[in-house]
């Protein structure tokens, strides 16, 4: 075969794919590149609705094909939103031969509240809603609206205001009755 090839990007391009179009000839095999399929759909297998302040937790996803088989090599990506204190790890992971995939969510002991694990893979996404409880007064408060002062707080105030301005017991009131 022969080519005249011009100088440039289209004439190396043409080249090496005369190269390897003879070379396939010559040898008489044909290179096959495979690559694992995109993940039709991800499933939670495994995990947990709560995780105490302070505690970790395992969630295992199972990502399969448009067929219902599972998806080997597919590379998953873990995110956790909504607790800044909780993190997954690791944040990325491949799925095995059959298709399932594990992270463990750790939380820190400063926050509660609610929060979403999430496993995506291509279009495929399973997600689990999780729950870090407030327990005995310890974790501060995380909402947006702060909570209200006690209602005695008010009745001291007010007393506290008539005392200063002179309207209420005074210490020489106390001693002119002595």
């Not at 391009?13 to 010559?26: E, F, G, K, P, R």
């Amino acid at each position: 075969m022969i080519m005249k090839l011009g100088p440039g990007p289209i004439g190396r391009l043409a080249l090496s794919v005369s190269i390897a179009a003879a070379a396939t000839l010559a040898v008489g095999t044909t290179l096959v590149m495979a690559y694992p399929g995109p993940a039709a759909t991800a499933t939670l297998v495994s995990g947990c609705s709560t995780i105490a302040a302070g505690k970790s937790c395992a969630y295992e996803f199972l990502f399969v094909n448009a067929s219902g088989q599972p998806v080997t090599g597919a590379v998953v990506a873990f995110g956790v939103a909504g607790a800044s204190t909780c993190s997954a790890s690791p944040t990325t992971g491949s799925t095995n031969s059959s298709g399932d995939v594990t992270t463990t969510v750790s939380c820190g002991t400063t926050r509660c509240g609610t929060f979403t694990v999430t496993a995506t893979s291509g279009p495929a996404t399973a997600s689990a809603k999780v729950t870090v409880p407030c327990t005995g007064g310890t974790l501060p408060f995380t909402g947006a609206i702060p909570p209200a002062p006690p209602p005695w707080l008010w009745g001291l105030v007010g007393a506290a205001v008539l005392v200063l301005a002179g309207g209420g017991l005074s210490l020489r009131r106390l001693r002119g009755l002595n």
